[in-house]
């Protein structure tokens, strides 16, 4: 049996599953975020308000970013432990892409060298 994340699909769900939180001020501002960085929760307690806005902005930042790390920090955790694998012929397939898309660029970078080469002797 696979597990549930070892389809790449399942990646989304493993991102907005994900939570981290952190507080400022003796949790009177908190924060709580998912794997994708989307603000969930912004709780101020009331006892905020009489703090200057600059301050109660930069603590709000605060708060955020450290929920963020965090959540990142578990992601990062959760993906070295259980990485995702790619589906059976994926690997083949994306190389095949790969190589036709190089040899594509490698076409357009000749033909544009030949147009510029022609001008040249024009000019």
């Given at each position: 049996?696979t597990?549930?994340?070892?389809?790449?699909?399942?990646?989304?769900?493993r991102?907005?599953?994900?939570?981290?939180?952190?507080?400022?001020?003796?949790?009177?501002?908190?924060?709580?975020?998912?794997?994708?960085g989307?603000?969930?929760?912004?709780?101020?307690?009331?006892?905020?308000?009489?703090?200057?806005?600059?301050?109660?902005?930069a603590?709000?930042?605060?708060?955020?970013?450290?929920?963020?790390a965090?959540?990142?920090?578990?992601?990062q955790?959760?993906?070295?432990?259980?990485?995702v694998?790619?589906?059976?012929?994926?690997?083949?397939?994306?190389?095949?892409?790969g190589?036709?898309t190089?040899?594509?660029?490698?076409d357009?970078?000749?033909a544009?060298?030949?147009?510029?080469?022609?001008?040249?002797?024009?000019?």
């Amino acid at each position: 049996m696979t597990d549930r994340h070892d389809r790449p699909g399942d990646l989304v769900g493993r991102f907005t599953s994900a939570r981290g939180s952190a507080q400022e001020w003796d949790g009177l501002v908190r924060v709580e975020v998912d794997g994708t960085g989307d603000l969930l929760a912004l709780d101020l307690d009331p006892r905020v308000m009489r703090y200057p806005a600059a301050d109660l902005s930069a603590a709000i930042q605060s708060a955020f970013r450290a929920a963020r790390a965090e959540v990142q920090a578990a992601l990062q955790d959760q993906l070295a432990a259980s990485p995702v694998r790619l589906p059976d012929g994926l690997g083949p397939l994306l190389d095949d892409v790969g190589f036709g898309t190089q040899r594509r660029l490698d076409d357009i970078t000749a033909a544009a060298q030949q147009i510029a080469d022609r001008l040249d002797r024009l000019g």
